[in-house]
């Protein structure tokens, strides 16, 4: 939390293709936990790509992309902890994730903006161990290794639970509430 204010903004991004399956079920869970503000926003209501094609406009000043990742910028620029809530798929993170981490290259290229950013970023990830698990949460990671902090990642695994995620809502298992209790409670 800020010093001196009483409240943290926060801001919970849902990275699923799908707007309210269990990723939009954790972040609407966190909102209710949390005494914080809360602003729930799925990045597919923000149209824009990854990088190119381009010569590196960005470098020089500004990207030549005009599309809504300038809103969604306004968005975490105004917020001051994030909440990434991610799925895998195809044993992989998610596009969208690769193409929010292209555009925001010319920011992080700072090192302090690079370290500031991880700082406030907290991942949910939502993945079966020996389906992509491991090789996600080493490249996660190595993006807050790079960035100098710790890493501030929690995993939630349906078989761990008898579960099918694609089926079932994990948010229906106590011991995933549980979790995501904590993890509202350590934002407070
Ligand atoms: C096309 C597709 C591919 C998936 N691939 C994987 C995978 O490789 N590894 C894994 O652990 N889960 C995989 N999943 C399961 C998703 O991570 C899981 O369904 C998650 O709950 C999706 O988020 P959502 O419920 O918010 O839509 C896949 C799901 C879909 C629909």
């Not at 949910?124 to 996660?140: D, K």
Request: negative net charge.
């Amino acid at each position: 939390m800020v010093k001196g204010r009483e409240e943290t903004d926060m801001l919970g991004l849902n990275f699923s293709s799908r707007k309210d399956g269990n990723c939009g079920d954790f972040l609407q869970f966190l909102k209710q936990q949390t005494k914080q503000r809360f602003v729930v926003k799925w990045i597919h209501d923000f149209a824009f790509d990854g990088c190119g094609p381009c010569s590196y406009e960005c470098i020089q000043g500004s990207c030549l992309k005009k599309d809504s990742f300038s809103e969604l910028m306004a968005w975490m620029d105004r917020e001051e902890e994030y909440f990434f809530v991610m799925p895998l798929y195809n044993g992989n993170l998610p596009s969208a994730f690769y193409c929010l981490l292209e555009r925001l290259s010319p920011r992080l290229h700072e090192e302090a903006e690079e370290r500031r950013f991880w700082k406030k970023t907290r991942i949910l990830l939502i993945g079966n161990p020996g389906h992509g698990l491991e090789c996600a949460l080493h490249t996660l990671e190595s993006l807050y290794w790079n960035a100098g902090q710790k890493t501030d990642i929690l995993v939630f695994s349906a078989m761990d639970y008898g579960m099918k995620a694609t089926r079932d809502r994990l948010i229906e298992e106590k011991e995933v509430r549980t979790k995501l209790i904590k993890a509202a409670g350590e934002a407070d």
